[in-house]
């Protein structure tokens, strides 16, 4: 049972432009069940969570298109947001230490996936409640946006691959002596 921040970037570690757009990333070329995509990941996922931004952006991107996912999903917002219909989509604020046992508990025994932003990672890299970081490199520079993980973390490599267009790399987030994360 892990938690994972998969995410896809610019080279120069934007997730997002300063718009909240992703047309830089959506005009990739990217093989969706090759070398470490979404489809193999997304096998072991038993529960999400994002932030009110990324939960706005996927909102206008799907339009009246089904929910993508299945497990349960939630969204840390100060807001009432709309709910999706069908879907499983949870509110919550405060604490992501809080909230992490009851991802993992919903999550029943598969791994829990931080979809983003990057502070919202950052959050759960301070609880020392990241295990890893995956990301998706686009060939492309942003100049500004929202970043990838906005902290200082010790991580250590453990995959790489190409995904024609991308470089993937997946790294573990580094524990000091007392299974911290480490910010050496
Ligand atoms: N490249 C990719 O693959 C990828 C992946 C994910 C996201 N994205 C994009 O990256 C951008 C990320 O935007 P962002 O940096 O603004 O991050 P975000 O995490 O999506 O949203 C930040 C907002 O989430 C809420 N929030 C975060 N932590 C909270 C907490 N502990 N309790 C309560 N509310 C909390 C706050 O919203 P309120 O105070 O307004 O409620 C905060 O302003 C989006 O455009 C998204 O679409 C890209």
Redesign the pocket.
């Known amino acids: 049972m892990a938690t994972h921040y998969y995410?896809?970037?610019s080279l120069d570690g934007f997730?997002?432009t300063p718009q909240?757009s992703?047309d830089w990333?959506l005009s990739q070329d990217f093989d969706e069940n090759g070398p470490m995509a979404y489809a193999g990941f997304l096998q072991r996922i038993g529960a999400l969570v994002?932030?009110?931004?990324?939960?706005e952006?996927?909102l206008r991107e799907q339009g009246e298109e089904p929910w993508p996912y299945s497990s349960p999903t939630w969204v840390?917002?100060?807001?009432d947001l709309r709910v999706v219909e069908g879907a499983d989509i949870r509110f919550?604020?405060?604490?992501?230490s809080d909230l992490h046992p009851v991802l993992v508990e919903a999550a029943g025994g598969r791994d829990v996936w931080v979809?983003?932003?990057?502070?919202?990672a950052g959050?759960f890299a301070d609880a020392g409640l990241l295990d890893e970081v995956w990301v998706q490199y686009a060939p492309v520079m942003l100049g500004a946006g929202?970043?990838l993980l906005p902290r200082r973390l010790d991580l250590e490599l453990v995959e790489t691959a190409q995904n024609r267009s991308f470089v993937c790399a997946r790294y573990r987030v580094a524990r000091d002596d007392e299974g911290d994360s480490r910010l050496s």
């Not at 994002?50 to 939960?55: E, R, V």
């Not at 919550?92 to 992501?96: D, K």
């Open positions: 995410t896809a970037s997730i997002a909240h992703l990333l994002m932030g009110a931004s990324t939960y952006w996927l840390l917002t100060h807001r919550a604020h405060g604490a992501v979809i983003g932003g990057g502070d919202l959050q929202a970043p």
